[in-house]
């Protein structure tokens, strides 16, 4: 069975910085494209950041560009999600998902459905207060 375990996350002032690890286990991600969104209380969900099988090509919402940087580690079986120049905005639980077919274009802007995506972790929260 697919499974995927997200860590990281935590309480952080603004301007800080965290790295997300979203590691997966009965699988190979090697197959996968990877996908991190978040949610918050009154938000929709937000699709932050996807990556292809490969490192590129990926994808960032306008929100995190030039802030968030997506990357995976295939050997070790891990996708991470580093985290710079945090705001109170980006606080929420952060989920990782895996598809094996999809673009991360697709993944973080025409995949609106959760079952679109063949696996999801439990999610690992993040805030960022002073």
């Known amino acids: 069975q697919l499974h995927l375990v997200e860590s990281g996350g935590g309480l952080v002032q603004p301007g800080g910085s965290l790295r997300l690890a979203c590691v997966a286990s009965?699988?190979?991600?090697?197959?996968?494209?990877v996908a991190w969104f978040r949610q918050t209380p009154g938000k929709e969900r937000e699709a932050v950041s996807c990556?292809?099988?490969?490192?590129?090509?990926?994808y960032y919402a306008n929100s995190v560009t030039g802030r968030f940087t997506i990357s995976r580690d295939n050997a070790r079986n891990t996708a991470y999600l580093q985290m710079n120049s945090l705001e109170p905005g980006d606080t929420g639980t952060y989920y990782c998902?895996?598809?094996?077919?999809?673009?991360?274009?697709?993944?973080?802007?025409?995949?609106?459905?959760?079952?679109?995506?063949?696996?999801w972790g439990q999610g690992t929260l993040v805030t960022v207060s002073s």
């Open positions: 009965g699988f190979n991600l090697t197959g996968y494209g």
């Open positions: 998902a895996v598809s094996d077919w999809a673009t991360p274009y697709s993944m973080c802007v025409g995949m609106s459905s959760r079952n679109a995506f063949d696996a």
């Open positions: 990556i292809s099988m490969k490192n590129t090509p990926s």
